[in-house]
């Protein structure tokens, strides 16, 4: 993930940097769902120049991640619970068939640069750093999925989750979530360890319901 702001000098404030700093506080929930970003306050705030902010807004809105609404300007991109329920769906397709398409047994290297990274992530957990967290599980799930070899797979993955990140920011900071999420990353090494592709398709599916239903809840979704 990107250095933080107070670290990152104007003259490096590149739009696309910019775009990188946004995404990273909301994934972390420092922004929320339906939170306007506005020009002003991003270019004090990131020591930005107004072109720079302009340039990072449509980068971020082209990921997913920020809507413009006419005559009202960029917001955290927020979700129906239709719009949650349908994003899971189609990222359960996508994550599950990753999994499934993993040959076996796998490539001892390759594992071990898997469970590395899973370390990093515990090591974050410990520390209490949810921008250190929030690296690391990408880097496992790229790390993960990339077994599949499938870069059209891979890059699809990557944009729906990417899309799914202020969903996802409700639980970076839950205890909780962060216990079951290393257990489960537990499971998919012991899956991949074993060969057990059942196992592992079926942990990658349960591994994504709780972000999903926590935005439900905490939004108030959960019926409509």
């Known amino acids: 993930m990107p250095e933080t702001a107070e670290a990152t000098t104007a003259a490096r404030m590149t739009g696309a940097r910019l775009a990188d700093l946004l995404e990273e ?36 809105e082209s990921r997913g991640v920020v809507e413009r609404r006419p005559n009202a300007g960029a917001f955290v991109r ?29 490539d001892p290297a390759r594992l071990e640069d898997l469970a590395g990274a899973q370390r990093r992530h515990d090591a974050a957990v410990e520390a209490n750093d949810p921008r250190a967290v929030v690296t690391a599980n990408m880097e496992f799930h790229r790390k993960l999925f990339a ?15 990417r899309v799914a990140h202020a969903i996802r920011s409700v639980t970076v900071t839950s205890t909780e979530s962060l216990r079951l999420s290393r257990h489960e990353h537990g499971r998919m090494l012991d899956a991949l360890r074993e060969g057990d592709r059942d196992l592992l398709a079926s942990t990658c599916r349960a591994h994504l319901i709780p972000s999903r239903d926590a935005y439900l809840e905490r939004v108030g979704l959960t019926g409509a």
């Open 78 to 106: 927020s979700f129906t619970a239709k719009e949650v329920r349908d994003l899971y769906v189609l990222r359960d397709l996508l994550e599950v068939r990753a999994a499934e398409l993993i040959e076996f047994p796998v």
């Open 25 to 60: 506080e909301i994934v972390i929930g420092v922004r929320f769902p339906r939170e306007r970003l506005v020009e002003d306050e991003l270019m004090a705030r990131f020591d930005a120049k107004r072109h720079a902010v302009r340039q990072a807004l449509q980068v971020l």
């Open 147 to 161: 077994l599949s070899d499938n870069e059209a797979l891979m890059e699809a993955i990557n944009r729906y989750a």
